[in-house]
């Protein structure tokens, strides 16, 4: 094997002009994905410390900003196949960015909005050089590359330009910026969807994506732990420790019902409106995974008798029925989750999320067990209703899934 042979000097290159492209992570995607770790903690935490609607809309705002920085690196490594060290020193420098946005999150109302707006015009431009260094491989001589470094380019001197506008104005010329990153794809006409080549490795973006919901719901049994620990296991009585453990447990069947139903799993086609579909609602079920995990913080804060904390429950509800929803909507649009659709059916997951909804509304005038118990029911069902069914499928001998 020649020099020139060695990952660390070649040069990117489109997937569809290599034999053979592996649609797993590399060890680059892997080491930005951690990151996030720090990035959403510290985003949850942000949620933890303003939970009124005001709180919620700027999370919400965050949240889709981090997503992009993360979803448009995916996109790219889904793309192009890159690993020489240019593309490793990009990268590392895109890690530094996103430590500047995490720490610049708690206080991004105030002094930390220059940094956050800097380091995310920055994580931005480096996007732009990622793909404009690619613009001159491959079949087409890349007007996809060009074009979207020419994009990101744009939307870094935008975000750029927002860290030193007066506020509020700063925050409207940010937003639109975070707009326009998805319009810049979707757009009909003008949008990258249109090129031939702007198809992802389905499996790649698949795989990112599950860790991605990984990554989120550990977040939630670190919050747990961490807001445990600050509180002093040994200052909290049994009920609380039940708690813990119901949390923790409720984490874990998300996780498990997420991999059945939809994680890892390939869009179904490759149809405009499959594409854009899968990726909204993977937008929105990843949202509502932090939501549940910062509001099952809210645990070590209430025993068994006292009602849960109001604005933990209703963040803990919306999320419940947000993710169902959004979930019900992603093993639709996947392939080969046959078994999944026959026994994780609509009613399931309408049942969660009625459930959920109606938790909604009694938390904050019944005690904090019975609302725990019935949230439970929303979610525990999604994983005891289709085993029920299935293992009766079995044992009758007449499951249409045997072979």
């Not at 042979?5 to 590399?26: L, T």
């Not at 087409?140 to 590359?145: K, T, V």
């Not at 429950?313 to 996947?334: E, K, N, P, R, Y």
Request: with cysteine.
């Amino acid at each position: 094997m020649s020099l020139k042979d060695f990952p660390i000097w070649r040069r990117p290159r489109h997937y569809m002009d290599v034999e053979g492209a592996s649609d797993h992570v590399h060890w680059v995607e892997l080491f930005f994905d951690l990151i996030h770790v720090v990035t959403i903690f510290i985003l949850g935490n942000y949620l933890s410390h303003h939970l009124g609607w005001h709180g919620i809309l700027v999370f919400t705002g965050l949240f889709l900003a981090i997503f992009y920085a993360w979803a448009d690196s995916s996109i790219y490594n889904s793309l192009y196949i890159s690993t020489d060290t240019p593309h490793r020193a990009a990268m590392a420098v895109q890690v530094v960015t996103m430590m500047v946005i995490a720490a610049s999150i708690p206080d991004v109302a105030g002094e930390g909005w220059p940094y956050f707006a800097s380091g995310y015009a920055l994580n931005r431009a480096l996007t732009a050089y990622l793909y404009w260094r690619a613009r001159h491989v491959g079949a087409d001589r890349s007007a996809l590359a060009r074009e979207q470094g020419r994009n990101f380019f744009i939307l870094a001197g935008l975000f750029a330009v927002s860290a030193f506008l007066p506020r509020p104005i700063a925050y409207w010329v940010f937003a639109g910026g975070v707009v326009l990153i998805q319009l810049q794809y979707v757009l009909p006409r003008i949008g990258t969807l249109r090129f031939g080549r702007f198809v992802p490795r389905l499996g790649h973006i698949s795989e990112r994506f599950g860790l991605l919901m990984l990554i989120l719901l550990g977040e939630g049994f670190f919050k747990l732990v961490v807001t445990l620990a600050d509180k002093g296991i040994a200052e909290v009585g049994a009920a609380t420790l039940f708690n813990l453990l119901m949390g923790g447990l409720s984490l874990f069947a998300l996780a498990w019902i997420y991999f059945d139903a939809a994680g890892n799993a390939k869009p179904k086609s490759r149809a405009r409106p499959v594409l854009i579909a899968y990726w909204f609602a993977h937008i929105a079920i990843l949202w509502s995974a932090v939501l549940v995990g910062v509001a099952l913080a809210g645990e070590v804060y209430v025993g068994l008798w006292e009602p849960y904390p109001t604005d933990y429950g209703v963040i803990g509800c919306v999320g419940l029925a947000v993710f169902l929803a959004s979930l019900w909507t992603l093993q639709l649009l996947v392939e080969g989750r046959e078994i999944t659709r026959h026994y994780h059916t609509g009613t399931v997951r309408a049942f969660g999320i009625v459930v959920a909804l109606i938790v909604l509304v009694i938390h904050p005038v019944v005690p904090a067990i019975v609302g725990n118990i019935v949230w439970g029911i929303a979610l525990f069902s999604q994983i005891g209703a289709p085993l029920y069914w299935a293992i009766g499928d079995v044992r009758q001998g007449e499951s249409p899934w045997q072979e």
